[in-house]
Antibody
Framework: EVQLLESGGGLVQPGGSLRLSCAAS????????MGWVRQAPGKGLEWVSA?????????FYADSVGGRFTISRDNSENTLSLQMSSLRAEDTAIYYC?????????????WGQGTLVTVSS | EIVMTQSPATLSVSPGERATLSCRAS??????LAWYQQRPGQPPSLLIY???TRTAGTPVRFSGSGSGTEFTLTISSLQSEDFAVYYC?????????FGGGTKVEIK
């Protein structure tokens, strides 16, 4: 059974940093591209970042987080990470880790339960 | 950036009735479109990809159609578990973008 378990969310002050992790199990992690999608309270879905499973682990970012967030993966630990810095109030959201259906596809076939990030003083 | 627009924002339907949800892209996305269902307090769940292909767990009452800029999700006979929010998403080009969602509520 595919499982994605996010951790690392919490309350952080504006300008602060936070690192989210996603532990993957139930599938061969190194064979899949992955991504992060967030959802502000009561709002819709917003794609944040994605990473391929190629040799160079090609990365992609939404304009709203580019230069502040860094996505990475550790295939030996079956873990996806999102390092977030210079956090703003508008980054407050539930952050979902999701598996992409394939490297050449950007849709997400499995999702974690999410971890809540709150940016507030 | 490709803007995805969903309509209506809210759809009131009686159980057993048909529901038709629309999604429009600001430019062609070919058939690189997915539909997701999100129930309250739950993460989204992939229903349809490539505009019209159901996932293994998607009931046959769900069908997707369209290509280019106009897409439709049809639920042929609404069941109680279908009352939820539905999102479309294009993956033809980066950045990936979602529509604003359609809430299907009980009439």
């Amino acid at each position: 059974e595919v499982q994605l378990l996010e951790s690392g969310g919490g309350l952080v002050q504006p300008g602060g940093s936070l690192r989210l992790s996603c532990a993957a199990s139930g599938f061969t992690f190194s064979n899949y591209a992955m991504g992060w999608v967030r959802q502000a309270p009561g709002k819709g879905l917003e794609w944040v970042s994605a990473i391929d499973n190629d040799v160079g682990s090609t990365t992609f970012y939404a304009d709203s987080v580019g230069g502040r967030f860094t996505i990475s993966r550790d295939n030996s630990e079956n873990t996806l990470s999102l390092q977030m810095s210079s956090l703003r109030a508008e980054d407050t959201a539930i952050y979902y880790c999701a598996r992409r259906r394939g490297r050449n596809y950007g849709d997400f076939d499995y999702w974690g339960q999410g971890t809540l990030v709150t940016v507030s003083s | 950036e490709i803007v995805m627009t969903q309509s209506p924002a809210t759809l009131s339907v009686s159980p057993g009735e048909r529901a038709t949800l629309s999604c429009r892209a600001s430019q062609s996305v070919s058939s690189d479109l997915a539909w997701y269902q999100q129930r309250p307090g739950q993460p989204p769940s992939l229903l349809i990809y490539d505009a019209s292909t159901r996932t293994a767990g998607t009931p046959v009452r769900f069908s997707g159609s369209g290509s280019g800029t106009e897409f439709t999700l049809t639920i042929s006979s609404l069941q109680s578990e279908d009352f939820a929010v539905y999102y479309c998403q294009q993956y033809e080009s980066w950045p990936l973008t979602f529509g604003g969602g359609t809430k299907v509520e009980i009439k």
